[in-house]
């Protein structure tokens, strides 16, 4: 059935990346390093969820820095991320994102666009953005989670579509998050070692440990490295009906550095443990799921159509 979205697709698609491909190798490459991490941790654990995987071995710790280190278009988004992560950038880049005239979409004419703008540039080994969104629901649904998380599996990627609405690059994107405005992570970070030309680096006040902010302020109060998941966050915040644990599933899911190294547990509070918990009962079906076999959108539509009416409005301001 052909999409109804008032602007041509054509008008969203970047000359830069007309196809989305760039976009799509990098998203890919900095997913890979955490699906890495996971098959690496699971092994250790005894977890065989991932038999046969390239890292079970006595040397799975060793074999995953080494694919870190030799991973170089990674490094290259890093060094560009952790570089233009910056108080001001994040001030700025909240500000101009709804302030520019903004489209109104369904959430699954969102997902179509997302899949037209990004064609997957290995269609035989990497699901689509669809297909990864789909995954991730229906690895949910089989364990029989809530539909409000059926949902929010559905619909976290969603904020990709910031690429093509006017974002500066993939770095401000995709990737993991970090907090800006105080001390970056020495090392529960990925590539640690590149923040060396951010300027807030060098910032009297962001340089410090509590930086702007006050110890066991909460993360509700800290600014996030802006990217995919602070969009939608915003978006399901003022415009969906998902309960809190959705939002924090949303809003934290790259924020690796807290979620899973625990880096920032000084501005925790009570909330957070709730947010924790929330957060990490979503991983799994992120990561895991890309190993799933390929669902098809069109025999899954009508169902996750139900879903996303119990919890948004028809139309969504993007
Ligand atoms: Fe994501
Ligand atoms: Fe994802």
Request: hydrophobic residues 35%; aromatic residues 12%; proline residues 5%.
């Amino acid at each position: 059935m052909p999409i109804a979205i008032p602007t041509p697709v054509e008008a969203f698609a970047r000359a830069d990346d007309p196809k989305g491909r760039k976009f799509d190798e990098i998203s890919d490459a900095v997913d890979d390093i955490n699906v890495a991490q996971l098959k690496s941790s699971a092994h250790a654990d005894g977890d065989n969820a991932y038999d046969n995987s390239a890292f079970d071995s006595e040397k799975d710790k060793e074999t995953f820095r080494q694919f870190v280190d030799s991973n170089e278009s990674s490094r290259r988004f890093y060094i560009e991320q952790h570089t233009k992560q910056t108080v001001e950038f994040n001030v700025e880049a909240r500000r101009k994102v709804f302030e520019t005239a903004r489209t109104s979409m369904s959430v699954w004419e969102a997902m179509e666009l997302l899949n037209t703008l990004v064609d997957a540039s290995d269609p035989d080994t990497s699901a689509t953005q669809i297909q990864h969104l789909l995954q991730t629901a229906e690895a949910m649904r089989k364990d029989g989670k809530p539909e409000w998380m059926q949902v929010t599996g559905l619909v976290h990627d969603l904020g990709k579509l910031l690429y093509f609405f006017g974002s500066d690059g993939q770095w401000d994107v995709v990737g993991d998050t970090f907090v800006v405005g105080c001390q970056f992570p020495t090392d529960k970070i990925v590539y640690p070692d590149t923040f060396g030309e951010n300027p807030d680096l060098h910032h009297e006040v962001y340089s410090t440990k509590f930086g702007m902010y006050k110890p066991n302020c909460g993360l509700e109060n800290v600014m996030i490295s802006w990217g995919h998941d602070e969009y939608l966050y915003l978006i399901c915040k003022e415009q969906s009906s998902l309960p809190q644990a959705a939002l924090h599933m949303i809003r934290y899911h790259s924020f690796y550095p807290w979620h899973r190294e625990r880096a920032y547990t000084y501005f925790e509070n009570e909330a957070d443990k709730q947010a924790l918990k929330d957060v990490l009962a979503f991983n799994p079906y992120d990561l895991y799921s890309k190993s799933d076999s390929l669902p098809d959108p069109v025999a899954l539509r009508p169902y996750y159509e139900g879903l996303i009416a119990k919890f948004f409005p028809e139309k969504i301001k993007w």
